[in-house]
Each structure stands twice: as structure tokens, then as C-alpha cells.
């Protein structure tokens, strides 16, 4: 029998553990604005108070309208942009044959409301689906992909399930375009298996959760077809690839290397950083961003969290100023061009 915890670390979960710290009045973000459903999509319109004409999805976790979403915001907001984000759901994780066409709602919503420029910024499963809907719409010119693969995995759901708290579904991609679901990396373990896998492998790691083996035995059982790897050469303006040797959950800073090899080999559309660090974690976020998720006793949390962040904190820490200080520069220069 499987216990029941999410694979991926949900927001809710930092939410658990920020909860006695004094209220942030930042949190009280004005300028906030719904899109109906109408639009297409599920998210949150966030306006910069200073003003801007360029935005970026942000692709934070599990609700546009949770405690890492604004955060997020925080952040963008802090670097002169506008931020979109978005969710599969409402306070929903799964990622089921989810329409890429929701992004392109998205892009022709902000457009149509004064953006300029779009670009997108995508964490942990999010940070393939980044990828993707750069690699789709052109109208995306700035892209960083956090811990993000290199190939579109098998479609799995979050919640309770025979005492498991994910399972992949049978059939099902993580994404879909045009109704058809994208070619995907089956995972060679199914339910309940999947989920005892997790249980094994975390168990005595160190780590809140270590999920390596889904996607080291998914790869050793099959080669990966052309088909269900991510066509980063087709994403336009400046790309960023940012993974680490010691993230828990899978080989981040491998498939940076991969895609960094794909992109030496074929013409690409863009200007990109290839950035896999030794230490880092799953979490590779800019420093200030997860500052203002845990503002008290930062590296002590996450200490509890990773074992890699316990071994070399402060390794970790200067991976995530490196992180914060290329980002930050980069958004700089991407609102400064006028096109």
C-alpha cells in the first residue's frame, strides 16, 4: 500500500512551511485581473505598478493564485515585467493531454491587451512545458527553463489514489496539440508501482523526495524517439537551460547538456545559455525568489528538504545568485530592445 505525498514538491507544501512567518504585504498585489474563462485559459493577470508592455507567463506550480505564483510575481514584478500565470487547474498539478493551445490563448490575450513583448518562465514539470510552448509560438522571444527535460513525459495525475498521491495515466501525454496527445517517454513503471518506486527510493536519501529512478529506468527500458524530444531549435529570442548535477527528482543537468548538444548540431532561432551546475538542487531558482518564499532561514528549510542543499549549502546558494543575477540581467536587456 502506497502512502499518500505528491511526487513533485507542491507549493501548498512551502505554503505548510512559511505559515508561521509574519504576513508579507507584498501579497497584497493590486492590479490583478482574472481572464475569463472565455479566454481559454485558466490564470492571472498581474500588472506591474510601475507600468510595462511586456509580460511573462509564469509557470509556478499549482494555482496562478498561490504562494509561489506571487512570489513569482514579486520577482518579475522587481525586474521591470508584467506576469501571466497559469496553471493546468485550479490548485491543480496533473498534467493530462493539456492543450498547448491554451498558450496561444494566453499570447493573443496579452496582446490584445497592449503587450509587446511575451516571454515565458517555466519550474520543474512546468519548466518542460515552457519549452514547449516556446518551441510552438514564436511570439515567445525570452525563455527560461528550469529544471526543465528535454522530452514530453507520460500524462500523470496528483491527488489520492489507492493511497498513492501520483500516478501516470495509461495512454495519456503531459501535452496535446491539435486534440492528439504529443508523443511522449512512457514511464516503465505504472500504478501502483510508480509510486512504490518514489517510496523506495526516498526512503533513507536524505531528500523529502527522490524520484531519479522514474526517469533513469524509463530511459534505460527505451530510446527516446525523435518525435517526443522537445524541439528547443525552433524557440526564438533568448533561451535559457538551467539544471543541476544533484537535483533529486531527475537528471537536470544531463538533459541540459543533451540540449545543448542538440542546439550545436542543428540551426536554431536563438540566443542561448546552457547552465548545468554541480550543486543546486531541483530547486535552481533565482536566490531572491525563493527569498521571498522563505524569508527567514532559507538554507535551513531547504536543508530538510535536499540532502544536496544539507551536503553543499552554500555551493547551492551561489548556484541560485549566479541564476538570480543572469535572469535578472537578461530580462533587463530583453525590455530595453525596442523591436
Not at 543537468?253 to 532561432?269: C, F, I, W
Amino acid at each position: 500500500m502506497c502512502s499518500a505525498r505528491h511526487l513533485r514538491l507542491s507549493t501548498s507544501e512551502i505554503s505548510d512551511v512559511t505559515a508561521s512567518m509574519p504576513s508579507l504585504g507584498y501579497f497584497a498585489l493590486q492590479h490583478r485581473v482574472a481572464p475569463p474563462r472565455k479566454a481559454g485559459f485558466y490564470g492571472t493577470y498581474y500588472e506591474n505598478p510601475h507600468g510595462s508592455d511586456c509580460t511573462v507567463l509564469g509557470l509556478f506550480g499549482d494555482d496562478p493564485n498561490d504562494y509561489m505564483a506571487k512570489c513569482g510575481v514579486k520577482w518579475l514584478h522587481k525586474n521591470g515585467v508584467n506576469a501571466l500565470c497559469m496553471s493546468p487547474g485550479k490548485n491543480n498539478y496533473s498534467h493530462v493531454n493539456m492543450p498547448l493551445e491554451r498558450y496561444a490563448a494566453a499570447i493573443a490575450w496579452l496582446k490584445a491587451h497592449g503587450t509587446r513583448k511575451i516571454g515565458v518562465m517555466g519550474m520543474s514539470t512546468a519548466g518542460m512545458d515552457s519549452l514547449a510552448a516556446a518551441s510552438y509560438f514564436p511570439d515567445i522571444t525570452l525563455t527560461f527553463g528550469l529544471t526543465a527535460s528535454d522530452f514530453i513525459w507520460q500524462g500523470f495525475e496528483q491527488g489520492k489514489k489507492d493511497g498513492c498521491g501520483e500516478w501516470p495515466v495509461p495512454g495519456a501525454s503531459t501535452l496535446s496539440w491539435k486534440g492528439e496527445p504529443l508523443p511522449y517517454m512512457p514511464f516503465v513503471y505504472q500504478h501502483p508501482e510508480y509510486w512504490n518506486k518514489v517510496q523506495e527510493e526516498t526512503k533513507g536519501s536524505g531528500d523529502f523526495m527522490r524520484t531519479t529512478c522514474l526517469f533513469i529506468d524509463s530511459e534505460k527500458a527505451r530510446e527516446h524517439s525523435e518525435d517526443e524530444m522537445i524541439k528547443v531549435e525552433n524557440i526564438h529570442g533568448k533561451l535559457f537551460l538551467i539544471g543541476a548535477d544533484d537535483d533529486s527528482f531527475w537528471e537536470a543537468g544531463k538533459y541540459v547538456r543533451r540540449m545543448d548538444e542538440r542546439l550545436k548540431t542543428r540551426p536554431h532561432n536563438c540566443e542561448y545559455e546552457a547552465l548545468a551546475y554541480e550543486h543546486g538542487t531541483h530547486f535552481v531558482l533565482p536566490e531572491s525568489l525563493l527569498r521571498a518564499a522563505l524569508p527567514v532561514g532559507l538554507k535551513f528549510v531547504l536543508r530538510f528538504i535536499f540532502r544536496a542543499a544539507k551536503d553543499y549549502p552554500d555551493e547551492c546558494e551561489q548556484t541560485r545568485k549566479d541564476i538570480d543575477r543572469r535572469l535578472s540581467a537578461a530580462l533587463r536587456e530583453w525590455t530595453a530592445d525596442i523591436e
